[in-house]
C-alpha cells in the first residue's frame, strides 16, 4: 500500500519541484500536475505529484496520517485528527444513494 504525503512546493524547475511535508524535503516529478508556483501543496506518491491541493486538503490529509501515527503509538482517541468530522452525520456517496446514479440524477 502506498500513502500520499502532502508536500509544500519551496521551488519548481521545469518538471520537478523542491517540496517539503511532514519533515523532509523531497525532488518531485511535475508531470502528472503540470506548472505549479512555490508556496502551492502537491498530494505526492513515490516521488511524483498527483495532484494540486489548497491548503486546507493538505491539513485534513495530515490530520489523518498523524491519527495513523497515533494509532501506531497505541492511541485510541482520534477526535482531535478529524475534528471535520466529529458531530456529523456521514453522507453517503451520491452514487450510493438508492435511485441515483454516480451523477447525481435519478435512476
Excluded: Y
Excluded at 506548472?35 to 491541493?53: C, I, K, N, Y
Excluded at 491548503?55 to 501506531?72: H, S, V
Amino acid at each position: 500500500m502506498c500513502l500520499g504525503i502532502p508536500m509544500q512546493v519551496i521551488e519548481a524547475n521545469g518538471f520537478n519541484a523542491l517540496c517539503e511535508g511532514r519533515g523532509r524535503r523531497e525532488t518531485v516529478s511535475l508531470l502528472l500536475v503540470g506548472d505549479v508556483t512555490p508556496g502551492q501543496w502537491l498530494h505526492t506518491a513515490l516521488g511524483t505529484a498527483r495532484e494540486v491541493l489548497d491548503a486546507e486538503q493538505a491539513a485534513q490529509i495530515n490530520a489523518g496520517l498523524d491519527a495513523l501515527e497515533a494509532a501506531a503509538a497505541g492511541a485510541t482517541d482520534f477526535d482531535c485528527h478529524f475534528a471535520d468530522l466529529v458531530g456529523r452525520e456521514p453522507a453517503l456517496p451520491v452514487g450510493l444513494i438508492p435511485g441515483r446514479v454516480q451523477d447525481g440524477s435519478k435512476r
